[in-house]
């Protein structure tokens, strides 16, 4: 009966859980500690042991991007992951720089705005299309990026509706402003000190892409690129948030 209870107890403390591993450090001699946003418990920590040697057998989910079902080993609210399925690798991204960085991005969203344990599975399945998507032939990764982050802002909690003037509710029609106090943009007529103002070509492609029109054939590519700007400027000031991988993505051609 002893061994059924020590069966019984190891069983309570394992958790199986679907994950991407969102960051990587190396911890001690050939382990890794992880960020892993997962459909059940949201964004956790794992220690991986032994996944810098060269043979581990677990080394796919110490990789950014990796999108796996993992089982945990729970002991004193610390996971240590014992067995690993992968089900995408997204392997693509890695062949493309421009992509790579695009889902880097990505994960660098999630892993800060959605803390420790906050479960969302609409951010998790948003990450798993998208990150799919980016490894599709021929995607234009920037705009997908734009396109992740105007959801996944909504999803966070710092939605942005670009269809009117938050303080007059009118349509915007010639220039465009950002506005930290309203928390938006903001038309000619209602803005105030302090507010930005930012091209109205960019403002027009965000709107666009935010009712889910392809601005593929329509907006230039530097203006996908300050779309980009806006949302570093933007999560910087309502969320204090620095997405370090954005400048680099922007500053390639």
């Given amino acids: 009966s002893s061994d059924l209870k020590t069966k019984s107890r190891k069983t309570e403390m394992d958790l199986k859980v679907n994950g991407i591993t969102l960051s990587a450090v190396n911890y001690k001699e050939s382990d890794r500690i992880l960020n892993v946003f997962t459909l059940e418990r949201g964004k956790i920590t794992v220690n991986a042991r032994g996944v810098r040697k060269a043979n581990a057998k677990m080394k796919a989910l110490s990789e ?6 993992v089982v945990l080993a729970e002991k ?12 995408d690798s997204f392997y693509p991204l890695r062949l493309d720089v421009k992509k790579y960085y695009a889902g880097l991005c990505a994960l660098e969203f999630t892993n800060a705005f959605f803390p420790e344990e906050t479960v969302s599975e609409e951010q998790f399945a948003l990450l798993v299309k998208y990150l799919k998507k980016l490894s599709e032939e021929g995607c234009e990764a920037e705009s997908l990026l734009v396109e992740f982050l105007i959801k996944s802002v909504r999803i966070s909690g710092y939605a ?19 506005s930290v106090s309203a928390g938006g943009v903001v038309c000619e007529k209602c803005v105030r000190n302090g507010d930005k103002e930012f091209s109205y070509a960019t403002y027009d492609c965000l709107k666009k892409l935010a009712c889910g029109e392809d601005v593929r054939d329509t907006a230039a590519s530097e203006t996908i690129k300050n779309c980009l700007r806006f949302f570093a400027y933007y999560v910087s000031s ?16």
Avoid at 76 to 87: K, L, Q
Avoid at 164 to 175: A, D, L, M, Y
Avoid at 238 to 253: E, H, M, N, R, W
């Fill in 160 to 178: 942005l509706d670009f269809s009117v003037c938050p303080r007059c509710g009118k349509e915007i029609k010639s220039r465009a402003y950002f």
């Fill in 238 to 253: 309502v969320a204090g948030v620095t997405l370090k991988c954005l400048p680099q993505l922007i500053s390639l051609g």
């Fill in 76 to 87: 004193s609210g610390r996971f240590t992951a014992t067995e690993v399925n992968v089900f």
């Fill in 64 to 69: 950014p991007f990796c999108f796996a079902e």
